[in-house]
């Protein structure tokens, strides 16, 4: 139980410090720190990152800006792809699973330290080249089908993601915002903590019903999690983000190489 509880507090703090993409660490950590296999470990981690993101989701809506109804298709169609990925999870062999991840994992970390220290220009596009672009009144999105569909494939892939693999999906939902709509920085993250707030309680919900979701480590897990994530916000603000980047990217590069050489070493 306390090793699970500092392995939860580990990751909130990184959830803290680097945003919702540092959920993706949630499962290597369970791996290493309390011998769960891949499968096993993705419900734990969606129970945990899924509490921290809803913290952050709460915030957001608070500030309103959440684009709430983006969140909410995002959500319903990765809900609907969550189980189809927790259904594969179990059907893959946990070696082709843990190379699977260490792979989404090395993508993640080279993404992250290309982009670390670069500033956030928000789009200088024209509008009409963004399948959502907002009314510049309203600030709501102007509804086409072209902008449903570009957030429907965005959900489709988080979902499965989330359920076969135990992540989050703020790595694939923060780009794909970026690159879909003309939201700024801040509403992306918002509006991508949402989502995952809904998505994890989907997968989590999947995981309990078939039984798979061992809660005598998720539980402390989860509340060390939240405790991580609470204690980092007061020490953001101190530290430069950009160096908080290369960090994780550089430290979830090693997590990769890891649970490679764990795989080859330990068969």
């Not at 982009?115 to 510049?136: S, T, W, Y």
């Not at 916000?233 to 590069?253: E, N, P, T």
């Amino acid at each position: 139980m306390l090793t699970s509880l500092c392995l939860g507090f580990a990751i909130g703090i990184i959830l803290a410090l680097t945003g919702a993409g540092g959920g993706i660490l949630a499962v290597p950590l369970l791996v290493f720190g309390a011998h769960q296999s891949v499968a096993q470990a993705g419900p734990i981690s969606l129970l945990a990152v899924g509490m921290a993101a809803a913290l952050g989701a709460i915030l957001g809506l608070r500030a309103g800006i959440v684009r709430y109804r983006a969140a909410l298709l995002i959500s319903a169609v990765g809900m609907l792809a969550s189980p189809v990925g927790l259904w594969l999870a179990y059907r893959v062999d946990n070696r082709w699973m843990t190379i699977l991840f260490s792979i989404t994992l090395l993508f993640v970390a080279f993404r992250t330290f290309r982009q670390a220290g670069k500033l956030h220009v928000d789009h200088v596009h024209m509008d009409e080249q963004l399948p959502c672009v907002r009314d510049g009144q309203s600030g709501r999105f102007f509804w086409t089908k072209r902008c449903a569909r570009a957030l429907c494939m965005t959900g489709g892939v988080a979902g499965i993601l989330s359920g076969m693999l135990g992540v989050g999906g703020g790595f694939v939902l923060v780009p794909a915002l970026g690159r879909f709509t003309d939201l700024e920085t801040k509403s992306i993250v918002a509006t991508s903590l949402a989502v995952i707030t809904l998505v994890s309680a989907s997968g989590v919900v999947s995981s309990v019903v078939a039984g798979n979701l061992n809660w005598s480590v998720a539980q402390p897990f989860a509340i060390g999690a939240l405790s991580g994530m609470l204690g980092g916000r007061l020490v953001f603000a101190r530290m430069a983000v950009h160096h908080l980047q290369k960090g994780f990217a550089i430290l979830s590069a090693l997590v990769a190489v890891g649970m490679v050489a764990k795989l080859v070493l330990l068969p």
